[in-house]
């Protein structure tokens, strides 16, 4: 069975900071997707980015990039020049190639501070 | 701007009374997942269906809910009887090509 880890139960970052969430997983699978959801204060699960393993090359989207490191099972994001409207929970999940259930880290709740 | 919507948005139930939750997943996407949140378990699979057909509903207590898709537009999620634990947020999603897409949930409390 597949575990995603999210060590990090609280972070802040200074508003036009950096801040890097951590996720660590454990599969024996080979092809995966990894993701990372935002559910702000409103409860809507937001994809973020998302993974595939299969790929070397670090998914981007505008301000928010991964580093992906598949022989150490870990996936963290980093969010450029943080905004306000970045506050809320931040979960790490891993999907197995087929589109089948998520299993999801138990979130990293992310505060910025203006 | 395609999206998976979710009914109700917020229910709020006494002990024993059935619940039903609704979802219509986003068009052309052939995976339905009902996900539940709490504090304490955090995000978990109740069940899922692919081409409306289900193919795991092992996170379900089986002698209270239960899941369907009567039509490709439709899933829905009912809960009877109801009890306080299961109070929660409840999500749909809609899955195509190894990415899901959520709904607003729905969020119960059992009183």
């Known amino acids: 069975a597949q575990t995603v880890t999210q060590s990090q139960p609280e972070m802040s970052v200074q508003e036009a900071e950096t801040v890097t969430l951590s996720c660590t997983y454990d599969?024996?699978?080979?092809?995966?997707?990894l993701f990372w959801y935002k559910q702000p204060p409103s409860r809507q699960m937001i994809l973020v980015i998302r993974?595939?393993?299969?790929?070397?090359q670090n998914a981007t989207e505008n301000r928010f990039s991964v580093n992906f490191q598949k022989a150490a099972k870990s996936f963290s994001l980093k969010i450029s020049d943080s905004q306000l409207g970045d506050t809320a929970m931040y979960f790490c999940?891993?999907?197995?190639?087929?589109?089948?259930?998520?299993?999801f880290g138990k979130g990293t709740r992310l505060s910025v501070i203006a | 701007d395609a999206r998976v919507t979710q009914t109700p948005r917020d229910k709020v139930t006494e002990m024993g009374q059935e619940v039903t939750m609704r979802c219509q997943p986003i068009?052309?996407?052939?995976?339905v997942f009902w996900y539940r949140q709490t504090m304490m378990q955090g995000l978990e699979l109740l069940a899922y269906?692919?081409?409306?057909?289900?193919?795991?509903d092992s996170g379900m207590p089986k002698d209270r809910f239960s899941a369907e898709m009567p039509d490709a537009t439709l899933a829905t999620l009912k809960i009877q009887p109801s009890e306080p634990r299961d109070s929660a947020v409840y999500f749909c999603?809609?899955?195509?090509?190894?990415?899901?897409?959520f709904g607003p949930g729905t969020r119960l409390t059992v009183l």
């Open positions: 999603a809609s899955g195509f090509y190894n990415e899901q897409f």
């Open positions: 599969t024996s699978e080979n092809n995966y997707y």
């Open positions: 993974q595939e393993a299969y790929k070397q």
């Open positions: 999940a891993f999907g197995a190639s087929g589109n089948t259930p998520l299993v």
């Open positions: 068009l052309g996407h052939n995976t």
């Open positions: 269906f692919r081409n409306r057909a289900p193919l795991d």
